[in-house]
C-alpha cells in the first residue's frame, strides 16, 4: 500500500499567516491527491481533489499543488474558522490511505 | 443539498455484530459509489470498504476483509455496513461518505460529502 506522511504534525499560526502543509506519498500517485479540513467533533470536508483542484464552496484562500509524491496545500491568510485539522488521501487500485493528520493552532 | 445519516451504532462484546445503515438525500443515489471510513478515537482517517454505484466493485481493507460486509439498496437510498466478529481495535467512529462518480478504486478518487458518524465501541 502507498503511504502518505504529513508535515509538520502540528503547526501554530496566527490569523492572517500563510500556513503550508506538506503531504509525502511513498511511491509516485501522479496528482490523485485530496485534502480534507476536519474541525473538532465534525466531520471531514473536502478542500481539493486532483491536487489542486478546488472544490464547489471553498474559500479561493486555499489552494493545493503538487504532483508524483509531494504536494502542498496553502492556506493564503488564517481566518478564525481554518483552525482545524487537515489530512491528504490518496486513492488507487482498491487502496485509500490518509496521511496522519496536521493540527492547525492558534498562537 | 447532499444529506447522509449513519444509524446503527452501540456499544457491543467482543466477537459479535452489529449492522451499520446511512440513509442517503439530496442527490441520485444509484449513480455514485459509497464508502465507510472510520477514525478511531483521537486518531486519523482508515477507508474500511467501498461499493461501486451498482455493487459490481466492492473492496476492503485488509483491517476488515472477511469480518466486514458492505451492500447497498438504491431502492431506499440506504448503504449498509455489516460488522462480525468485532474486535476492540473496530472502536471507531463510522462515517459514510460519497464518492465523486459511480466507480471506486479509480485512481485519483476521493470523498466529496461525509455523514456525521456514528459511533462503534467494542467492549465487555
Known sequence: DIQMTQSPSSVSASVGDRVTITCRASQGISSWLAWYQQKPGKAPKLLIYAASSLQSGVPSRFSGSGSGTDFTLTISSLQPEDFATYYCQQANSFSYTFGQGTKLEIK | EVQLVESGGGLVQPGRSLRLSCAASGFTFDDYAMHWVRQAPGKGLEWVSG???NSGSIGYADSVKGRFTISRDNAKNSLYLQMNSLR????????????PRGGIAVAGDYFDYWGQGTLVTVSS
Not at chain 2, 476492540?88 to 464518492?99: H, I, Q, R, V
Open chain 2, 51 to 53: 461499493i461501486s454505484w
Open chain 2, 88 to 99: 476492540a481495535e473496530d472502536t471507531a467512529l463510522y462515517y459514510c461518505a460519497k464518492g
